[in-house]
């Protein structure tokens, strides 16, 4: 995880659930699956807090035609990669907002506005974030997203996030959350805990 | 509302119609162009140039060069590191109905060095013309489309020489996705010839430039409908004493193009023999050391057949010349024998709708900021409203 914020794109669609970056790919840049990231609104007054949980890459005729051959020339490869107009697209869940008065684990007031700047959370913001864990519930409840795997990469990467001594408990608190939380799904829970245990 | 498909049913079948039976026509055509193209590169070289003489100056047909008319050349060597450069443009023409009156020109370009395996640099350039001098010409009359155009292809050789120039030491080449010879040059028409003349002789100067970096130069034009070749193979075929305007004229080989001939004589990776354009355009280009050669040239396996141009001090230096023979052929290699360069070049400098949108909002913003109403003629505004009505389709 960088230890400073790093520009990750621009918002280009977004709602109250969520919003959509796109970017110039960039491998430095390039956001994670699970990560979280930030955007401003309220003309600065809030930022937006988003979980990243789907990250694309747009195709056209052109990469088509180019894929389909045997051999590419390096070149024209790395111009594929690195110049030609087709942006990164990322799409984020909106798990809550920071202000005036800290970090929020709720829907935002507003979402942010189209070509905002996104920002990759800081260590210390992310850690911040995390010591609540309200926001597992609005991942549950998402729809159409692989939930259960977001959740497991999403806490996963907030433990590397803390201090090697404190990984361990913080994965046990949360995984005691989670078992709260879908304790009437025991197959589900029993997935996740698995997951968090294996990638400890 | 559009088109009225119903009565364009009829028209459409009597079109497919004659379009089948010309290509068969053509088909007869060919193989006695290609035997007259034979018989002409038999002729003494001399006796050729003397009915071309005869011809006059309005005759417009390739002239040929030292290379025997017939024959075909293979590729040479790849060469183990190339730069190639490419440029195209794109432009928003003045329009009289829009807020304001302006034109822009967009310019891509893109470098890509073969055999390095870096990524291309590229390059946008974007120029906004709204000065008086630049809408009106001295007597007063607005700009027409062909300047526009003019200037484009004046801004797209600037391109290329700059490029070309600050890789001067390297082996490059630089194609341009368009003829060499400025033919808007011919046609922005009367009221502005002496700035077209002052846009000639800068493109003239640009050229010299490139001649300079010792970079090649080729004019790449894809699917050519040029029929010069087949013009001097016609003229090749008359009797000294029967060459005049008319007979010149009166071809036997209308509806054919010197590219179905090549299609059939170039194997793969050939070109044809070098020729020059008659054009009398090509006299301003012959002064400035810069006469506008061409062949034809088979870039890949599937009969695409292009035809290149090439200034005279291309056309006389043989490393060069094969080097826009093989540099031309290795950037066709990954796009279906058109060149990769000329592909990304076009990318960046053409104007999506979407991207164009943005540019009138932002104007229309500046206009306002400046206390300036913008407003769209009654004309354009009434386009915009019929334009978005959805016509019901069965």
Redesign the interface.
């Known amino acids: 995880m960088p230890e400073s914020p790093m520009m990750i794109g621009r918002v280009t669609r977004c709602g109250t659930r969520g919003f959509v970056g796109a970017m110039q790919i960039s491998e430095n840049a390039l956001p994670v699956f699970g990560s979280l990231c930030q955007s401003e609104a309220q003309g600065g007054r809030s930022h937006v807090v988003g979980l990243v949980y789907d990250i694309s890459i747009t195709d056209d005729q052109f990469a088509r035609q180019l894929a389909a051959l045997d051999e590419v020339p390096q070149e024209q490869i790395a111009d594929g990669q690195l110049n030609r107009q087709v942006p990164v697209e990322f799409s984020a869940l909106a798990v809550g907002f920071n202000d005036d008065e800290g970090f929020h684990q709720s829907l935002p007031p507003q979402p942010p506005l189209t070509l905002a700047s996104i920002y990759s959370m800081a260590p210390g913001d992310a850690v911040d974030f995390t010591s609540q864990f309200h926001f597992l519930q609005t991942i549950l409840n998402a729809p159409q997203l692989p939930v259960d795997e977001l959740l497991t990469t999403a806490l996963r990467l907030s433990a590397q996030a803390r201090p090697e001594e404190e990984r361990e408990r913080f994965l046990l608190q949360a995984g005691r959350e989670v078992a709260r939380l879908l304790a009437q799904d025991l197959t589900r829970l029993e997935n996740i805990l698995r997951g968090l245990h294996a990638k400890e | 509302m559009g088109i009225h498909l119903p009565s364009l049913l009829p028209q459409m079948q009597e079109f497919g119609q004659a379009l089948y039976e010309r290509s068969l026509e053509l088909s007869a055509t060919i193989p006695k162009a290609i035997k007259a193209l034979h018989l002409t590169a038999e002729l003494d070289h001399s006796d050729l140039q003397s009915k071309i003489k005869k011809a006059g100056n309005r005759w417009t047909g390739a002239i040929p060069t030292g290379e025997t008319l017939n024959l075909t050349f293979p590729s040479p060597a790849t060469p183990q590191s190339l730069h190639v450069i490419g440029a195209d443009g794109s432009q928003i023409y003045p329009d009289r109905h829009a807020a304001a009156f302006y034109y822009l020109i967009n310019i891509g370009s893109?470098v890509?060095?073969?055999g390095?395996?870096?990524?291309?640099t590229?390059q946008q350039e974007s120029k906004l013309f709204y000065k008086l001098e630049d809408l009106y010409d001295e007597a007063g009359h607005p700009v027409q489309n062909a300047y526009v155009n003019l200037r484009r292809d004046v801004a797209e050789m600037k391109t290329l020489a700059e490029r070309a120039e600050s890789l001067a030491s390297e082996q490059t080449l630089a194609i341009l996705d368009n003829s060499l010879l400025l033919w808007m040059a011919l046609q922005t028409g009367g009221s502005t010839s002496r700035e077209t003349d002052r846009t000639l002789q800068q493109y003239l100067k640009l050229l010299d430039r490139l001649h300079s970096s010792e970079a090649g130069l080729a004019g790449f034009i894809d699917r050519p409908r040029s029929v010069s070749v087949l013009a001097l193979i016609h003229l090749a075929g008359l009797p000294n004493d029967q060459i005049t305007q008319d007979t010149v004229r009166l071809t036997p080989f209308r509806g054919l193009t010197d590219r179905a001939i090549f299609t059939k004589l170039l194997p793969p990776g050939h070109r044809s023999a070098l020729f020059i354009s008659a054009s009398p355009l090509n006299r301003d280009f012959r002064t400035a050391g810069h006469e506008v050669h061409f062949f034809y040239l088979k870039t890949d396996a599937d009969d695409t057949v292009v035809r290149v141009e090439i200034p005279t001090w291309v056309a006389q230096d043989p490393e060069l010349l094969n080097r826009v023979h093989a540099g031309i052929l290795q950037d066709c290699?990954?796009?279906?024998g058109f060149p990769?360069t000329l592909?990304?070049a076009h990318?960046l400098a053409v104007i999506p709708p979407q991207e164009r949108a943005a540019f009138e909002e932002m104007l229309q913003r500046t206009l306002l900021g400046h206390g300036l109403r913008p407003t769209q003629s009654q004309k354009a505004l009434t386009k915009q409203l019929t334009g978005q009505r959805k016509q019901h389709r069965l």
Request: no cysteine; glycine share 12%.
């Open positions: 893109i890509v060095s073969h390095s395996g870096e990524a291309p590229i290699q990954t796009t279906g990769y592909v990304r990318e």
